[in-house]
């Protein structure tokens, strides 16, 4: 029977992401439903609600704005709907969002369908309030759970991830690149590559489910990093030394926290790893408004609302969780790069100080 495919989320990337599941839709009929679904938080826009505009003009002009939607694609602000509706549950939103949108969901669990799973495109990490209050369930050092756990636990359906290089003006715009599906289930990776990939964006899988999905949430922090760099002023072979130690801090964060959890080296060379995180150093979101940050001393929160049109950068918050994570395990001192990124963001060390935070760099013992 054909799958039910919701996409939870409906900014730039989410909603690049529901065109390319639509397309995919319209010619494997055997495989899902042509009609996609989308998840628009609703809002107005021009005095009419952004998911009727969606609807009507096959547009979102809000966050993806000049690209042509399939009209298979239906946006709506009915999330409950979706609960006893999908098959297959495609997050795809700020990760501050994201319990929110599972309890909400929730709600309708005994009408999910039968078989029904959950694939996370979101990059970040949740920290478990004490006492467990957060839902979340099984994770690493600190108190920190992964996303696609958070799902787990809260859906009660198995989640796999999706994570790569993909900065969503490039995507939309068919412009060649990869991503890496990890999914312990070999079956189910073989329907999200289905799902997923086309002739501009080509899918590879593993069965590293933690470390795809950790190498996505942690080279944001070490992009707030590389944008820090930026608006200091200094050079590539700078920017090239914090990408190295932030990939250095990225796998001995994994080693130390999710050992047991099968994390793959070779992970670290699919386009979850390296790819991406050069990729996020150079043309994301989050290195330039940490850019932004350093060079007009702006908030946080007022450089979202001037540069990404209220969208929510990830690198912050993700340092946040890491910082409490590490904090937590007394480990601070071992990863210096993202305990000062976090400090930087909070206003806690000035950002002149963030490359003599490194100079004494672990690696370099």
Request: aromatic fraction near 8%; glycine fraction near 12%.
């Amino acid at each position: 029977m054909a799958r039910n495919v919701a996409i939870i989320g409906s900014g730039n990337w989410g909603t690049c992401i529901a065109k390319i599941c639509a397309k995919n839709a319209l010619v494997s009929a055997s495989l899902f439903n042509k009609e996609v679904r989308m998840w628009v938080f609703e809002e107005t826009v021009d005095g009419q609600p952004l998911s009727g505009i969606i609807n009507s003009r096959h547009e979102n002009v809000k966050y993806l704005p000049g690209i042509a939607l399939p009209d298979t694609l239906v946006a709506t602000p009915d999330l409950p709907s979706l609960g006893e509706w999908a098959d297959i549950f495609v997050f795809v939103l700020p990760h501050q969002f994201l319990l929110p949108a599972c309890r909400t969901l929730r709600q309708q669990r005994a009408k999910f369908r039968s078989g029904a799973y959950a694939v996370s495109l979101i990059k970040g990490i949740h920290v478990e309030p004490a006492g467990g209050g957060g839902g979340g369930g099984g994770g690493g050092g600190g108190g920190l759970v992964l996303l696609s756990d958070l799902i787990r636990q809260q859906l009660e359906v198995d989640c796999a991830v999706l994570m790569g290089a993909n900065l969503a003006p490039e995507v939309a715009q068919e412009t060649f690149c990869e991503a890496t599906v990890g999914s312990r289930d070999p079956s189910r990776a073989r329907e999200l590559k289905a799902l997923f990939e086309t002739n501009y964006f080509r899918i590879g899988t593993t069965s590293d489910e933690v470390g795809v999905e950790l190498c996505g949430a942690l080279k944001n922090v070490v992009a707030t990093g590389a944008g820090f760099c930026d608006g200091l002023g200094y050079g590539d072979n700078t920017k090239a030394a914090i990408i190295r130690l932030g990939l250095m801090e990225m796998m001995k964060f994994m080693r130390t926290f999710y050992a047991s959890k099968g994390v793959q080296d070779r992970t670290f060379f699919e386009s979850c790893g390296i790819a991406d995180l050069v990729t996020t150093c150079y043309g994301g979101r989050n290195r330039r408004l940490a850019e932004a940050f350093v060079k007009t001393g702006k908030p946080i929160s007022q450089l979202e609302d001037e540069l990404l049109n209220g969208q929510k950068l990830q690198g912050p918050q993700t340092a946040a969780e890491v910082y409490t994570g590490l904090q937590a395990a007394d480990r601070l001192a071992e990863f210096p790069l993202m305990a000062a990124v976090h400090l930087i963001c909070e206003r806690r060390l000035a950002p002149e100080k963030f490359i003599d935070t490194l100079r004494n760099h672990p690696e370099h013992a």
